[in-house]
């Protein structure tokens, strides 16, 4: 190896992968292993076109919201239906996955996640990724990367319709008002999504960026200071949406199904 004493011995020739002795490998697999789980999860059961809504209790799965085809279950379509039947490889939450996708896709956060744990760009810190040469995302299909702010607006009027969907779980189709498991599980997924849209980067820059006086603006400054709590637990809140969502949905599928039944409080 070459001496780092001497400035015209050029650049180290290191033949390991890494002198680091601690486990910087877990991270990484941990997070592979959860992102390819519960992406898994999802893609099956957008296929299943089963057991996502309770119309006796108007539960609806996140994952199915809005269902806009002719194929929904009847009580399903809040908001009328678009599409007619669709075929079975075309999953009914047609506009509800790819903006899902591209909007946690495209995340600052998710970004890091994948290209660490999936792509090793790089792996860890003081770790040679297996890529020779680094291009960022300047070309296809990294510059995509560059559309989340996009993918932001469509994710917040989903997330506006999670939020209209939560309303309806407390009243039931039979009649007057109701609280149940599901309903309180509802709502504790829609508040952790919206902590996690809440913080991020491209909401909090359309309500603080381009402002050169804070002072001359100071309704969307304290916004802005307001979002910057949720933006710096933008990891935490990144996995625990995804998590919640995930379990909303194993919980609707559940009850729907009839596996279970939903615990009520109140009705």
């Given at each position: ?29 941990v997070q592979a292993t959860a992102l390819t789980v519960l992406l898994g999860y ?226």
């Amino acid at each position: 190896m070459s001496s780092t004493l001497d400035p015209s011995a050029g650049r180290a020739e290191l033949t390991a992968r890494t002198f680091r002795k601690d486990r910087w490998w877990l991270t990484p697999a941990v997070q592979a292993t959860a992102l390819t789980v519960l992406l898994g999860y999802v893609v099956v059961r957008l296929f299943m076109r089963s057991w996502y809504f309770v119309p006796e209790l108007n539960y609806l799965t996140p994952l199915y919201s809005p269902c806009i085809s002719t194929l929904c279950t009847p009580g399903s379509s809040h908001f009328g239906t678009i599409f007619g039947e669709l075929p079975f490889w075309i999953p009914l939450p047609i506009i509800v996955f790819p903006i899902l996708l591209g909007f946690r896709g495209t995340c600052y956060y998710y970004r890091k996640a994948v290209y660490r744990s999936i792509l090793q760009s790089p792996t860890a810190c003081a770790v040679a990724e297996p890529a020779k040469r680094y291009r960022g995302e300047s070309r296809f299909p990294l510059i995509g990367m560059n559309s989340h702010r996009y993918f932001f607006y469509g994710a917040t009027l989903l997330l506006l319709i999670n939020t209209y969907d939560a309303v309806l779980s407390f009243f039931p189709q039979r009649g007057g008002f109701g609280i149940g498991l599901g309903s309180l599980i509802i709502v504790v997924n829609v508040l952790l999504l919206w902590a996690y849209t809440l913080g991020c980067h491209s909401c909090r820059h359309l309500l603080g960026g381009r402002l050169r006086h804070f002072s001359k603006h100071p309704v969307r400054y304290r916004l802005w200071t307001r979002l910057s709590w949720f933006n710096a637990r933008h990891q935490s809140f990144a996995w625990a949406s995804l998590i919640s969502v995930t379990l909303t949905d194993v919980y609707i599928m559940s009850v729907s199904a009839g596996w279970i039944g939903d615990l009520r409080l109140v009705n």
